[in-house]
């Protein structure tokens, strides 16, 4: 890619783009999003319209009302400090690649190859789950409004590749008002969370008491007797329920892969960040108590794995009923647009490293200054990830969906930590931006490294016992194929690195030139170099 020489007196140049060039590249992006709409997109890809009801079963089956009542604000402040650590480096270094340009620049061009690899299929999992669980209540909602609609899986799969079509279509297309969409996404999700609290709280004509909420706990995992006393309940079934948690609030990453597209981003984007974490942590966990308090059928919603639409069915007038459907399914529908804008911005960035196989093709904008080409092969690739969600488990316990929700969380999670340990590791030789963490980077840090270990553990295990090799009911279609996804992965690429990518991957490449950058983070003006 050819560098462009510094702007000219007769060039003038903001502040955005100044610090954008002193980080080596041009400003092909057209920068028109505001602070909200930085925060929007973040908080429209957590999604708590999507997230609390596709992966409430988990949480239910796994630990029941504690894993959800006490499991969603214990993990939710977990990935807070996350959130901390990852705003302290995009007020420093506001880039679309984010997490894997940080990596590179404060360590390595190997930090940066692996941290890129992992936080693209981790969002092209994020983008492939959502829309899929969009599927999934849009076939529900077809089948209470239309008689003859069946809801079979082939069906959601079909309204799944159109989902995701879509979603492609409309960030080509929608360039003039993608932005503004996702500013109605966030009403959306105030205005439909909060009429789906109401709803749950006044027309069911009974409620579960708080001790059900805060003191009750199942086991309909499979593993073990159904006792919820034993080691087995604690150290393997209640953490697989955090699944809910940790997959729910997943995706902030956004912020970073728009900051280049955001005014005042080094402020912004990481007040974006965090804030996101946190209103979706308070407005998710109120929207999960509605949800509990208002399951008086456990026999039913335990019969349909845990589905939170068995609540709804269960406890609603059917015209209520469809209303709470309907509210999450557009609300899905936002947030799976919104992961698409953040997964074509990484692929858009990490291709213009030429780290992607075809970087030129991915790397190219078009004359509105949208990555058309990087929008169509990152949901293609979502479209491959899902073909498995085809078959279905014996145990009817949607095991392929969980298994692309396990490939986002540990995707994105992995490549959330290698450059906060680089970043612990640089010490006070990182300059940070206007927003700090002053010396709590220490201790936030390591909470955060260890809270990503131990979650990166438990995502890969078989999430039914029909899953384990060697059980007597064991099948294919019910294995946890999470490890076997990002495994594959980071081994092709481990290949590729030590067989060929280090004799050429210099890290992030320089388009603009004639600006040094004054961060202090490690940066020269050169790519860096192994």
């Known amino acids: 890619?050819?560098?462009?020489?510094?702007?000219?007196?007769?060039?003038?140049?903001?502040?955005?783009?100044?610090?954008?060039?002193?980080?080596?590249?041009?400003?092909?992006?057209?920068?028109?999003?505001?602070?909200?709409?930085?925060?929007?997109?973040?908080?429209?890809?957590?999604?708590?319209?999507?997230?609390?009801?596709?992966?409430?079963?988990?949480?239910?089956n796994n630990g029941g009302p504690v894993a959800i009542s006490w499991g969603w604000p214990l993990?939710?402040?977990?990935?807070?400090?996350?959130?901390?650590?990852?705003?302290?480096?995009?007020?420093?270094?506001?880039?679309a690649g984010g997490i894997y340009w940080w990596a590179a620049k404060m360590g390595r061009p190997v930090h940066g190859w692996f941290t890129g690899w992992l936080n693209l299929i981790g969002l092209v999992a994020v983008t492939a789950s959502v829309d899929y669980g969009c599927a999934t209540f849009l076939n529900l909602t077809l089948s209470a409004l239309f008689d003859g609609w069946a809801g079979t899986l082939r069906q959601a799969f079909v309204l799944f590749v159109i989902i995701l079509a879509l979603h492609g279509l409309i960030n080509i297309f929608g360039h003039r008002i993608i932005d503004v969409l996702q500013n109605v996404s966030v009403w959306w999700h105030v205005a439909g969370a909060a009429a789906v609290v109401a709803i749950l709280v006044f027309v069911p004509e009974e409620h579960q008491s708080f001790q059900?909420?805060?003191?009750?706990?199942?086991?309909?995992?499979?593993?073990?007797?159904?006792?919820?006393?034993?080691?087995?309940?604690?150290?393997?079934?209640?953490?697989?329920?955090?699944?809910?948690?940790?997959?729910?609030?997943?995706?902030?990453?956004?912020?970073?892969?728009?900051?280049?597209?955001?005014?005042?981003?080094?402020?912004?984007?990481?007040?974006?960040?965090?804030?996101?974490?946190?209103?979706?942590?308070?407005g998710g966990w109120i929207l999960l108590l509605a949800f509990l308090f208002a399951a008086t059928d456990v026999d039913a919603i335990n019969a349909a794995g845990g589905f939170s639409g068995a609540i709804f069915e269960t406890a609603l007038t059917p015209f209520f009923f469809k209303t709470v459907i309907i509210v999450s399914t557009i609300?899905?529908?936002?947030c799976g647009m919104s992961c698409v804008t953040s997964m074509s911005r990484m692929a858009y960035a990490f291709s213009r490293d030429r780290a992607v196989p075809g970087w030129r093709l991915w790397s190219k904008v078009d004359r509105n200054g949208t990555p058309v080409n990087a929008i169509v092969g990152a949901t293609v690739a979502g479209?491959?990830?899902t073909l498995p969600?085809?078959?279905?488990?014996?145990?009817?316990?949607?095991?392929?969906?969980?298994?692309?929700?396990?490939?986002?969380?540990?995707?994105?999670?992995?490549?959330?930590?290698?450059?906060?340990?680089?970043?612990?590791?640089?010490?006070?030789?990182?300059?940070?931006?206007?927003?700090?963490?002053?010396r709590r980077y220490k201790v936030l840090?390591?909470?955060?490294?260890?809270?990503?270990?131990?979650?990166?553990?438990?995502?890969?295990?078989?999430?039914?016992?029909?899953?384990?090799?060697?059980?007597?009911?064991?099948?294919?279609?019910?294995?946890?194929?999470?490890?076997l996804a990002v495994g594959g992965v980071l081994l092709v690429v481990a290949v590729w690195?030590?067989?060929?990518a280090r004799k050429w991957f210099t890290g992030p490449r320089r388009t603009v030139e004639g600006f040094a950058d004054g961060s202090g983070a490690g940066i020269d003006g050169d790519p860096v170099r192994q």
């Open 1 to 60: 890619m050819a560098t462009t020489p510094a702007p000219t007196a007769e060039q003038p140049m903001d502040d955005d783009a100044r610090r954008l060039a002193e980080l080596g590249y041009q400003q092909e992006l057209r920068r028109k999003w505001s602070g909200f709409s930085n925060f929007a997109i973040s908080f429209s890809i957590i999604s708590i319209l999507a997230g609390c009801f596709t992966t409430f079963g988990q949480a239910w």
């Open 75 to 95: 993990i939710s402040l977990f990935i807070l400090v996350i959130g901390f650590c990852l705003a302290e480096l995009v007020s420093a270094y506001p880039t």
């Open 212 to 282: 059900f909420v805060f003191t009750e706990r199942f086991d309909n995992s499979g593993f073990g007797d159904g006792g919820t006393g034993g080691w087995t309940f604690w150290f393997y079934v209640l953490p697989l329920g955090f699944l809910l948690t940790q997959y729910t609030i997943t995706g902030f990453d956004a912020c970073a892969h728009v900051s280049e597209e955001t005014r005042g981003a080094s402020k912004a984007a990481a007040q974006g960040l965090w804030r996101s974490i946190f209103y979706s942590a308070v």
């Open 331 to 334: 609300g899905q529908f936002f």
């Open 383 to 385: 479209l491959v990830l």
């Open 389 to 438: 969600a085809l078959y279905e488990s014996p145990s009817g316990i949607p095991v392929a969906f969980y298994a692309v929700v396990s490939v986002a969380v540990i995707g994105l999670y992995l490549s959330f930590v290698i450059p906060i340990v680089l970043r612990l590791r640089m010490g006070d030789r990182f300059t940070p931006g206007p927003w700090t963490l002053g």
């Open 445 to 483: 840090g390591w909470v955060a490294v260890v809270e990503i270990a131990i979650i990166s553990v438990y995502f890969v295990l078989p999430i039914v016992p029909a899953g384990v090799p060697g059980h007597a009911d064991f099948s294919w279609s019910a294995v946890n194929y999470a490890p």
């Open 497 to 500: 690195w030590y067989a060929s």
